[in-house]
């Protein structure tokens, strides 16, 4: 009889552990990504229908693409984070250093429904899609700016914020003012150029959307080179502000997420990838935070949907960069910004 009873014990067990996610014991998942604004939605559209679904408990290590990177770099040996969210530039980094798994895309099938600018194959899709426009207050910008030179125009003299160089947007920004002279990222010379002409039109170069905040409320700034969502917040806040796409386009500024290189579970956290590109999940979260859907079946309101880079049409101006290029040249590009912004 006690024979029998540790046989059953015994297979139970088995069962259990066969039927677990990934088709192992593991029941923990640890995620690498961001807090605030973004770490809320996450709860209610990712992390929470997850752990219903899966049965695994999801450990949050929070910090910046920068902590994050650091931190699986510092692991490399013995990993102890499975996935993790990375800008573009700190992506492209943990690719070069090998930190990153291809995803295998027969676990991640909703993968087939992202959209090609929100791809970076062999490797994990894009979770949102973000651009870089003009925001401007509207009590001090009486004629609204249609394009970037607009930004060149001698009455706004002091009157424009662009982002520091560590931003993302300042990079995109500085590939945009070539491209107005007919160069780009491979032909930079005429960006810088371009900026040294605009440095008396810029009152700070600032290094949060906090800053922002401040210097277009209390009318320092008129216009800021910024990004979609924090400045549709701001609109939609009663503070008297509107975000434009200039007719050349906008920066599109991407975050991906991957799975880490000999994480200790692979499988959980491919499933977590889909979890995060599901129409579900990339619909919630677009209706809160303002950040473009990467999944082509998720719809919009027409409301809603001019906030964000969402839609074939749209994302015909959203004009995605070469990041890799781009990293390669930073040395040479900081040097520069700083003798024109850091006197």
Known sequence: MKRRILWLVVT??????????????????VFGGWGGDWDKMAQEYVYKP????????????????ADIFARIRAQK????????TLTELMTINAIKEDLLWPLRKENVPNLADVWDKAQMPPYGPAILLAEVGIAYNTEKVKTPP???????KPEYRGRVAIPSFGNASALAFIVMA??????????IDPGFKMLEKLEPNVVTTYASDSDVYALLERGEAWLAVWYNGPAWAMRDKGFPIKYVRPKEGVPGIRSFINVVKNCKNRDLAEKMINQHISVEAQKGMAEKIFYGPVNKKVTLTPELAQKMPYGEECLKGFLVFDWKHIVNELPKWQERWMKIFNK
């Open 12 to 29: 139970l067990s088995l069962l259990v552990l066969s039927f677990s996610p990934g088709g192992s014991a593991a029941t923990k998942l």
């Open 50 to 65: 997850f752990q219903q679904k899966y049965g695994a408990e999801v450990v949050l290590s929070y910090g910046g693409s």
């Open 77 to 84: 040996a013995d990993p102890q984070i499975d996935v993790v």
């Open 146 to 152: 249609t394009s970037w030179r607009d930004l060149w």
């Open 178 to 187: 070539a491209r107005l002279e007919g160069g780009d990222e491979y032909n």
